[in-house]
């Protein structure tokens, strides 16, 4: 005669197959899973993979746009003009000195406006005093000579000459050569890195099924700043050009 079981055994042997229970759909649910993932990677073999390729190369601007802003402040508009004036032909002057000529000068027209007396955020309407401005811009191509008149301004400032340098902004005129030059390295760098990964993984490259050019970066040299939209830098004369592209390679097994 079988002697029956007590509550607690019974318990037990209920928890137990339902850890056998759960430990089952477990196992099932991993090599479903395991199913899945490996039916993506082939997946993604088939379609190729993307490797992003890249080129790099060091240029030097060879054209300058300098802006000299004379901006002062006189009780009297007339005065504002006439002394502006004087400070626009002293930074002429001293651009024609140092070797800038009359063809490479560009004078924007005098503005004015007054400026007015406000109290407690709100305007008297009483003219305080005038202001008066006017811009003179250098275009050349000897970049040197502007980085070194721009270096020495402080010499006409010194002497009481109301000038605002914003600085020199050399840009390259060769880019639109550099361009393709640096898409054919930067496809043979994708290239490269493709035959490493799949080399890696028993593969081979294939042929291209898809180019992407991304945008050229034009920094300073070995600067990592980028911009999704590109990157000009324009405040030195060396520079580094970059530029990427985005590949899509068969894969053969």
């Not at 890195?193 to 300073?220: D, H, L, M, N, P």
């Amino acid at each position: 005669m079988t002697t029956p079981e007590s509550p607690i055994i019974q318990i037990e042997r209920r928890k137990a197959i339902a850890y056998i229970i759960s430990a089952l759909i477990l196992a099932l649910a991993i090599g479903g899973g395991l199913v899945k993932v490996g039916t993506g990677f082939a997946s993604r073999s088939d379609n190729g993979i993307v490797v992003t390729g890249s080129a790099r190369t060091e240029a030097v601007a060879d054209n300058a746009v300098w802006t000299l802003s004379v901006s002062l402040s006189r009780p009297k508009v007339a005065d504002a003009v006439a002394k502006v004036s004087n400070d626009v032909e002293a930074v002429t002057k001293y651009l024609a000195d140092g070797g800038i000529p009359a063809e490479a000068l560009t004078l924007g027209p005098v503005s004015t406006y007054g400026q007015e007396e406000w109290v407690n955020g709100n305007s008297t309407g009483r003219i305080l005093n005038y202001r008066a401005s006017r811009d003179i811009t250098v275009r050349t191509k000897d970049v040197q000579l502007v980085s070194k008149l721009s270096q020495g301004i402080g010499s006409i400032l010194q002497s009481g000459v109301s000038v605002n340098n914003y600085g020199p902004q050399y840009y390259i005129s060769t880019l639109a050569e550099l361009r393709p030059q640096l898409l054919e390295e930067a496809m043979k760098d994708a290239k490269i890195r493709a035959i490493a990964i799949t080399k890696a993984v028993g593969g081979s490259v294939g042929a291209v099924t898809s180019v992407k050019s991304g945008v050229f970066q034009v920094t300073t040299p070995d600067s990592t700043m980028i911009s999704d939209g590109g990157a000009y830098d324009t405040t030195t004369i060396k520079k580094t050009v970059t530029s990427t592209v985005s590949v899509t390679f068969k894969v053969k097994n």
